[in-house]
C-alpha cells in the first residue's frame, strides 16, 4: 500500500533530486543505526515525503554527511539527518510492524509474520514511546480490516479509515500546523489508499481478494471515476499543503503532489488501455 508518492524524476532539476536522494539515504542510514536491516528494509518513497515535508516547515537543524551502502558500495552517498529523520525511521518501523500483524490475521501470510517477529521487540519500545499514536494506529488497522472482511464497498469509508492512519503519521507535534498537517495526511491517506486499490483492482478479482472497486471495475467509465476522485483527493492535499509556510524544498515537495503521485496511476491507465486496445484487434 506504499510506495506511491515519489518524485516525478523527468521533471525535476538534478540538484534537487540530489537533495531528494540524500534525505532518503538518511531515512535508510537512520532506519539501519536504529533498527539494523530489519529496519532498514522496510523503507519507503512516502516516509521520506514526510522527511521532508516537516523539515521544510519545521527547519530543524539538519546534519550532513556521507555514507556507504549495499546498493552502492563504491561511492559515499550524501545524507541528511535531523530530528524529523528519527520520528520518521520510528514512524515506519511501527507502521510497517502492525501492518505485518494485520496481514498475518487476515490472510496468514508466512512472510508477514516472521518480520513482524523480528520486529517486535523493537516495536515495544515504541508502543511506550509514542502510546496515544501506537493505540489510535492499531485500532484503525483493526477497523480497516473488520470492513474489508464484511465486504465494504464505500470508498469513502474505507480510504478515510487508512486516512487517519496517515493524519497520525503527520502531526508530529501538537500545534499550530496540527490540524493542515492532520488534514494534508488524511487526504493523502485516502489518495495511496484508493491508488493502490486501482493498481491492484484487476490481481485482487482474479485471486478472489478484497478490493473496494471490484464492482465498479467492470462499468463504463470506471477509469476516469477514478480519476476524478483521485483529483479530488489530491486538490485537497495540495490546499493544505499551500497554507503551510514553507520556503524550503519547495519544488521538491511540489514535483511531488502536483506531479509525481501521478505517475503510478498513468502507468497503470496506459497499460491497461493498451491491453484493452490489443484484444480488440
Known sequence: MFGYVVMNKPEIKFKDFDLYRSFYCGLCRELKDRYGISGQIS???D????????SAL???????GTTRCIIHPVRKQPVRRNAVTGYAADMNVLLTYHKCRDDWEDEKKAMALGY????QGKVRKLDKKYPEKSRRIQ???????????AGEHDIDKMSGCFGRIMEEIFAWKQDVWENSLRRMGFFLGKFIYLLDAYDDVEEDI?????????????MEGFEEQVRQILIMMMSQTCREF??????KYTDILRNILYSGVWVRFEAVHKQRKESGEKKND
Open 43 to 45: 523503507l519507503t518513497y
Open 47 to 54: 516516509m521520506t515525503f514526510v522527511v521532508i515535508l516537516l
Open 58 to 64: 519545521y527547519e530543524p537543524p539538519t546534519r550532513k
Open 116 to 119: 513482524s517477529k523480528v520486529l
Open 139 to 149: 485500532e484503525l488497522l483493526k477497523e480497516l480490516s473488520e470492513m474489508e472482511k
Open 206 to 218: 482474479k485471486n478472489k481478494n478484497y478490493n473496494p472497486f471490484s464492482e465498479q471495475y467492470i
Open 242 to 247: 499551500e497554507k503551510l509556510p514553507i520556503i
